[in-house]
């Protein structure tokens, strides 16, 4: 077998393009800290069986295409979970979907961000906007709302501006 490219080498592991591949790293980024720590917990044992299978391409290769595969697994069995229709279920079936469903729904992070915590994430853009582009605080509402899709007010801004930049706390 010829030598291929990084890019080439996983997408034949893993049989996905790197829009997928992207789009699975996405994913696995929004979930909660447990349900990584399994995923991984899987991601290792993955790499094992990659490897009797590929035994030629580098570790660091088939480590990344078993993380990739491990989050597909997971995304593969929630997707199951979440269209099963439990009426030719046994019961300890639908007790293990329903103990793992409580455990997504445990897991996940039910505080949303404010829009003062989401526009701090921004402020070098912000600042960065004002000092250097001279914005105005409309424009970089307009701004953040186009590229960043945060969509706050200009009077917020400017009222953070304040307190930050003026340092009235």
Do not use: P
């Not at 995923?39 to 088939?62: D, F, G, P």
């Amino acid at each position: 077998m010829k030598l291929l490219g990084l890019e080439m080498q996983v997408e034949e592991i893993v049989k996905i393009n790197e829009d997928e591949q992207n789009a699975l790293l996405r994913t696995f980024a929004k979930l909660s800290t447990s349900i990584r720590v399994e995923i991984m917990a899987n991601h290792r044992k993955l790499v094992y069986k990659i490897k009797q299978l590929h035994r030629e391409t580098s570790i660091s290769v088939l480590s990344y295409s078993s993380l990739l595969l491990a989050i597909q697994i997971h995304k593969t069995n929630q997707d199951k979970a979440n269209r099963l229709n439990i009426s030719n279920l046994s019961l300890d079936e639908i007790r293990d979907i329903t103990s793992k469903k409580a455990k997504v729904f445990l897991n996940k992070k039910f505080r949303k961000q404010t829009k003062r915590e989401r526009l701090l994430s921004y402020w070098a853009i912000v600042k960065t906007l004002k000092y250097d582009e001279k914005f105005s605080f409309r424009k970089i509402a307009i701004y953040l709302k186009k590229y960043h899709k945060c969509d706050v007010s200009y009077s917020l801004i400017a009222k953070i501006w304040d307190n930050l930049e003026n340092k009235r706390i």
